[in-house]
């Protein structure tokens, strides 16, 4: 099993910026993909970032593409998501996710596929 413990986030004026962070423990070696989901009140979670573990390929929503960056660090086992230009929709629970294994996490990836999660921040982006 993995581990994922979030931190970061808060609330913010629109166009202001968050970072959070998400570290890993556990069997990390095992690791295939670590990203980010969110859940606004009333809505399904959804795909917001991920890194593919070996190579670093990242993937992100269309909703947050140019505004979002998620990057890692090997050595903390620990991944970011710089959020910047914040808009009052992205207010939702932000979920660290992980998955191991020969599986992957690309913006199609259904919550349900994803083999472990942190414990949600919430994020609120105030217009």
């Known amino acids: 099993q993995v581990q994922l413990v979030e931190s970061g986030g808060g609330l913010v004026q629109a166009g202001g910026s968050l970072r959070l962070s998400c570290a890993a423990s556990?069997?990390?070696?095992?690791?295939?993909?670590m990203g980010w989901y969110r859940q606004a009140p009333g809505k399904e979670r959804e795909f917001v970032a991920a890194?593919?573990?070996?190579?670093?390929?990242?993937y992100y929503a269309d909703s947050v593409k140019g505004r979002f960056t998620n990057s890692r660090d090997n050595a903390k086992m620990t991944v970011y998501l710089q959020m910047n230009s914040l808009k009052p929709e992205d207010t939702a629970v932000y979920y660290c996710?992980?998955?191991?294994?020969?599986?992957?996490?690309?913006?199609?990836?259904?919550?349900?596929?994803?083999?472990?999660w942190g414990q949600g921040t919430q994020d609120t982006v105030s217009s």
């Open positions: 996710a992980a998955t191991w294994g020969n599986n992957l996490m690309v913006p199609t990836t259904s919550p349900s596929q994803i083999k472990s």
């Open positions: 556990g069997r990390i070696f095992s690791i295939s993909a």
């Open positions: 890194l593919r573990w070996s190579g670093g390929t990242t």
